[in-house]
């Protein structure tokens, strides 16, 4: 299937911090999704975006969609720990076809 | 309240056994999809169905088999031939204009 290259693999920092990750593909996606995973859950829709270009802010949560419309990234502003879990790209194909990113695991430190 | 359910939350199957997952949501969903998550892995694509009485094979299909029936419904089979079942498996559903949500995941152990 579809690969899509997340990085970093997982990062952790001090309660305040910016963060920022982000998912490259070598396939152009229609749409971007970000999730966010917390430990024994299912994952939750933070973002989407579905226009080249597109920013889109979710409270400290800002994500854009690439120019090329084979990358998107995520920002987190002034983490605080319940940030933490694991984070995941989509990116959605034509049809109903979508692929995961391997996940950005985060660790905030009070 | 509109959502997926996936059932039970914890599962414990004996080593030749088959047991089946259960998948359900009344948000009027014509896909449905099942992933498999190991620790500190990715989402792997066991099976998907794009509308009742069809399913397609995804990237880690073998040892499980699925049944569409209805469409509020799509169990996931891990049958015998799974040598390594252990594993957290999610189920998502997804409309033709919306995004996929996903269920709370069912975490499977052979004992």
């Known amino acids: 299937g579809q690969q899509l290259n997340q990085s970093p693999q997982s990062m952790f920092i001090q309660e305040g911090e910016d963060v920022s990750m982000n998912c490259t593909s070598s396939?152009?996606?229609?749409?971007w999704l970000w999730y966010k995973q917390d430990p024994g859950e299912g994952p939750v829709l933070l973002i989407a975006l579905y226009k080249a270009g597109e920013l889109t802010s979710n409270g400290r949560l800002t994500a854009q969609f690439g120019i090329t419309r084979k990358d998107s990234f995520l920002n987190i502003s002034a983490s605080i720990p319940s940030d933490v879990g694991i984070y995941f790209c989509?990116?959605?194909?034509?049809?109903?076809?979508?692929?995961f990113g391997t996940g950005t695991s985060l660790t905030v430190i009070p | 309240d509109g959502g997926i359910t996936q059932s039970p939350k914890y599962l414990f199957r004996k080593e030749g056994q088959n047991v089946t997952l259960s998948c359900e949501q009344n948000?009027?969903?014509?896909?449905m999809y099942w992933y498999r998550q190991d620790p500190g892995q990715g989402l792997r694509l066991i099976y998907y169905?794009?509308?009742?009485?069809?399913?397609q094979k995804g990237d880690i299909a073998e040892g499980y088999s699925v049944s569409r029936e209805k469409k509020e419904s799509f169990p996931l089979t891990v049958t015998s031939a799974q040598k390594n079942p252990t594993a957290f498996y999610l189920c998502?559903?997804?409309?033709?204009?919306?995004?996929?949500?996903f269920g709370q995941g069912t975490r499977l152990t052979v004992v």
């Open positions: 396939s152009i996606f229609n749409t």
């Open positions: 169905s794009q509308i009742v009485n069809d399913f």
């Open positions: 998502a559903s997804r409309g033709a204009l919306t995004e996929a949500f």
């Open positions: 989509a990116g959605q194909l034509p049809g109903n076809q979508f692929y």
């Open positions: 948000l009027n969903h014509d896909a």
